[in-house]
């Protein structure tokens, strides 16, 4: 059964950080490709990170030089570290494998001061 399970999310001040996790299970997380994703109040999904199984990361443009995506092959986790916040990266966000139709419960991230 795959899983995803996200937290560290938070209320943050702008110009603030946090580092977001996703722990997984029930797929060969060292194979795929891992995505991480938010969501706004009244908005769509959005993919904001992308990493490949050899560390190669991709980001959205909104997100591109102030968010680090990385993982861990040996836990099974993939993380985001969110640097520099805007009051508009609130949102919840989820990690989930490219392709896979299965999302977890994702963690709020707001940032507000």
């Known amino acids: 059964q795959v899983q995803f399970v996200e937290s560290g999310g938070g209320l943050v001040q702008p110009g603030g950080s946090l580092r977001l996790s996703c722990a997984t299970s029930g797929f060969p997380f060292s194979e795929e490709i891992m995505t991480w994703h938010r969501q706004s109040p009244g908005k769509a999904r959005d993919l904001v990170a992308s990493?490949?199984?050899?560390?190669?990361?991709f980001y959205s443009n909104s997100t591109r030089g102030r968010f680090t995506v990385s993982r861990d092959n040996d836990k099974n986790t993939v993380y985001l570290l969110l640097n520099s916040l805007k009051p508009e990266d609130t949102a919840v966000y989820y990690c989930?494998?490219?392709?896979?139709?299965?999302w977890g419960q994702g963690t709020s991230v707001t940032v507000s001061s």
């Open positions: 989930q494998h490219y392709g896979s139709a299965t």
């Open positions: 990493i490949f199984s050899a560390g190669r990361a």
